[in-house]
């Protein structure tokens, strides 16, 4: 299984982004998949969630709001959209995949599969 994050790069605050994350080498369609970001000097955080139909997302309070995540089992991928960006969501973004199970979880132990990140700078 890969995850190959894409997306990332360099905006002013107030400005948006979209994340893309490409899944191949398994069925992708039924399990919940999510979105962490690590800042420098920081531990690894819980971003967004959503489940194989997209009917279901959580998000952290932090970024809840701004950002959007949803997914096209057609192609895939899984989105995360991030608007009004603040200097605090600068980090590497991370998308991941549970093996089995399609319920949103906020921990990282939870998910199996993880992309290599892209890095996201907010400029104040």
């Known amino acids: 299984v890969q995850l190959q994050a894409s997306g990332g790069g360099s905006v002013q605050a107030g400005g948006s982004l979209r994340l893309s994350c490409a899944v191949s080498?398994?069925?992708?369609?039924?399990?919940?998949m999510g979105w962490f970001r690590q800042a420098p000097g920081n531990e690894r955080e819980f971003v967004a969630a959503?489940?194989?139909?997209?009917?279901?997302?959580a998000y952290a309070d932090s970024v809840k709001g701004r950002f959007t995540m949803s997914r096209d089992n057609a192609k895939n991928t899984v989105y995360l959209q991030m608007n009004s960006l603040k200097s605090e969501d600068t980090a590497v973004y991370y998308c991941?995949?549970?093996?089995?199970?399609?319920?949103?979880?906020?921990?990282?132990?939870?998910?199996?599969?993880w992309g290599q990140g892209t890095e996201v700078t907010v400029s104040s």
């Open positions: 991941a995949s549970r093996r089995f199970h399609d319920i949103l979880a906020t921990e990282d132990a939870a998910y199996n599969y």
């Open positions: 959503i489940t194989w139909s997209g009917g279901n997302t």
């Open positions: 080498g398994r069925t992708f369609s039924t399990v919940a």
